[in-house]
């Protein structure tokens, strides 16, 4: 087996970053919907679409983690910060994957196309049943809730090893070369 490189390649950066900001213009555009009946349609037409995107992103990203190593955690960091580490990530990847999924059955149970763009649209993953619609539509929102809080604790992780631990951890995966500064003291 090949040993463990030193931060991750510039195409997992590409797909971390891009989806963080996707993300997070998700979450926004979200609560958006809820909050303004005037603006729910066009933003349906911008949370759709990039919602599949995400789907695809998520997978193309669990596959590429899944073939490449990844740097090593710093050999002090404790146990129990390393099993929070793995569980935030198997955390992070189950709800980037589920998120677009139910968000898509949502929209196949309320009888309503995915659009991506024009007339290109996504086939329904759930047969029409307004029950099962607002079963969906719950647990979309309680996993939108999750997925913040999930993402509140890894970027808090992440600064704590960047500002604090200064242990080389957050520069795997800066979107921007870190220089000596960030190296532990």
Excluded: C, K
């Amino acid at each position: 087996m090949s040993a463990r490189p030193d931060h991750h390649d510039a195409f997992a950066r590409l797909l971390h970053w891009s989806m963080a900001v996707l993300i997070l213009a998700m979450l926004f555009i979200g609560v958006a919907m809820v909050a303004s009946m005037t603006l729910r349609p066009s933003l349906l037409a911008l949370h759709r679409p990039i919602g599949a995107l995400l789907l695809v992103l998520a997978l193309v990203r669990l596959a590429h983690r899944l073939i490449r190593r990844t740097p090593a955690l710093p050999s002090d960091l404790p146990r129990w910060q390393r099993a929070a580490a793995h569980a935030s990530h198997v955390a992070l990847y189950a709800l980037m994957l589920a998120m677009p999924l139910i968000g898509w059955a949502m929209v196949s149970a309320a009888g309503n196309p995915v659009v991506l763009w024009g007339d290109v649209r996504l086939p329904a993953i759930a047969p029409h049943d307004p029950a099962l619609y607002s079963v969906l539509r719950a647990a979309h929102a309680w996993l939108a809730r999750a997925l913040l809080a999930v993402i509140a604790l890894h970027l808090a992780a992440a600064l704590r090893h960047a500002w604090v631990r200064r242990d080389g951890v957050f520069r795997t995966m800066a979107p921007w070369p870190l220089e000596r500064r960030m190296r532990p003291r």
